[in-house]
């Protein structure tokens, strides 16, 4: 082989039309993940639209980066499908017509009666040097070839025929150029704390594992009032990444304690839904401002009749009185959005259906309703049982109504899991 181990690649999703408003680049993510199994980075990743100088600039680029580039799109029959002359150019190669796709194609066409139409031989044009990669559901073969140490690779933009194409290549191309490592990755669901303050927390663990073998990297995301540590090793040694990934996630959980949901990426509302089961705990949940997110989340997991009892959406304060039980003159004592209230309504669903454990939230999701005291995002939660443990408090959160809403449903998730942890 003239090409060293591959280690870093680069994915060009060519096409103007994935950079409007309303079509998303997916092939490069079906791609990230075939090749992260191989051990191999993606460094970088662009879009760009169905110009010459735009690609062949892009290109040029990526070969300075990453030792693998892989194109997807742009190997269509009309002039507007620049992939194969803006690579060419740039290796400084030129193009040759290949007699047997283009037989092929006229063989596709003749099979469904019709002739083929002479800009499709376009699609048979290989760079020289290139070996062409069979397309199974479309007209346009793919291409690769070994360049100055790099291997660049040609797909057709549309997934289903993009996806097989890559899976050869992966296991014929890439695959036997890989330097044999693996990446072992472990991912961990946090809560409660702020991403950079858990970061903080942390950071004599990633000192630790920037020192030891294998080499642990994190990488910590926030998503929807979680955050995602993301543990990752590259190894030979599969048994050995694996034991030492268990190892770093025992180290984040004997910090972070009850902030950790889970050390298997495996989400909260199946977690709490575990945890309620095995206690035997059945559950009420009495929203308002997530207007029944909470138990709609509950219920995203299969099995969630075993706990979930009952959900009530007692929007307006009748709706609370009448429900809930919750007394006119304590909504009026206190408003609808406090601590009294979310007591109330927690109390009121538990005592009303008998169940163990009742969960309340009330809040302001905006944009208006907001005042000085209470502005948008202040969400109270509340949490009867089980037995006599009970919990409520006063949140405040910010971002768009939408955003207020999951911030609202993870914290009252989480604080049911605490209360439950606890008691
Ligand atoms: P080919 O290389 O097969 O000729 P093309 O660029 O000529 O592809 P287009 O007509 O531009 O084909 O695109 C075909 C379809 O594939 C379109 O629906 C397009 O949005 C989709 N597509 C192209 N690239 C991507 C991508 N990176 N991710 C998701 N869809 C894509
Ligand atoms: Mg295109």
């Given at each position: ?12 999703a ?8 309303d ?49 997807t ?30 037989d ?12 083929m139409?002479e800009?499709n ?16 559901q ?8 070994e ?22 290549i ?20 946090l ?44 190894t ?25 949901i ?8 199946s ?15 009495a ?34 009185t ?12 206190h408003g ?17 259906s ?9 809040g302001?999701a905006?944009?208006?309703?907001g005042t ?21 408090r ?25 209360t439950?942890?606890?008691?």
């Amino acid at each position: 082989l003239t090409v060293g181990a591959l280690r870093r690649a680069e994915i060009i999703a060519v096409g103007s039309e994935l950079l409007g408003a309303d079509r998303t680049d997916t092939n490069s993510l079906v791609i990230t993940q075939g090749l992260n199994d191989l051990g191999i980075d993606v460094v970088a990743k662009a879009i760009v639209g169905d110009r010459f100088d735009d690609l062949a600039g892009v290109f040029r680029d990526a070969l300075g980066r990453a030792d693998l580039v892989i194109l997807t799109g742009g190997l269509g029959p009309t002039d507007d499908d620049v992939t194969r002359d803006a690579v060419a150019r740039v290796v400084g190669r030129t193009l040759h017509e290949d007699a047997a796709t283009v037989d092929g194609l006229r063989q596709r066409f003749a099979n469904r009666g019709l002739a083929m139409p002479e800009s499709n031989r376009r699609q048979a044009l290989v760079i020289d040097g290139a070996a062409l990669v069979s397309n199974g559901q479309g007209t346009a073969p793919g291409q690769w070839f070994e360049w100055d140490g790099r291997v660049v690779v040609l797909l057709p933009g549309p997934p289903r025929e993009m996806r097989p194409m890559f899976e050869y290549i992966a296991r014929e191309v890439v695959a036997p150029r890989t330097a044999g490592e693996q990446v072992i990755r472990r991912s961990l669901r946090l809560v409660g704390k702020s991403e950079s303050l858990f970061d903080e927390m942390l950071q004599p663990l990633y000192r630790k594992w920037a020192a030891g073998r294998p080499v642990i990297e994190p990488t910590i995301l926030a998503a929807s009032g979680m955050i995602e540590l993301q543990l990752h090793a590259s190894t030979r040694e599969l048994r050995e990444a694996e034991d030492a990934l268990a190892a770093a996630a025992e180290d984040v959980a004997a910090i972070l304690e009850l902030d950790v949901i889970s050390q298997s990426g495996r989400p909260l509302e199946s977690v709490l839904g575990d945890l309620l089961r095995s206690r035997r705990l059945r559950l009420g949940v009495a929203e308002s401002c997530t207007g029944g997110l909470v138990t709609s989340r509950l219920t995203d997991v299969p099995g969630s009749s075993d706990y979930v009892e009952r959900g009530v959406v007692a929007y307006s304060n009748r709706a609370k009185t009448e429900l809930l039980g919750v007394p006119e003159e304590l909504i009026a004592a206190h408003g609808a959005v406090s601590e009294a209230v979310a007591v109330a309504m927690a109390e009121g669903i538990r005592r009303m259906s008998g169940l163990d454990v009742g969960l309340a939230v009330t809040g302001i999701a905006g944009p208006g309703g907001g005042t000085e005291a209470k502005p948008v995002g202040t969400v109270a939660i509340a949490v009867e049982g089980p037995d006599r443990a009970r919990f409520a408090r006063l949140f405040r959160f910010t971002g768009s109504r939408d955003m207020i809403k999951i911030f609202a449903s993870t914290t009252a998730l989480d604080c049911l899991r605490r209360t439950i942890l606890r008691a």
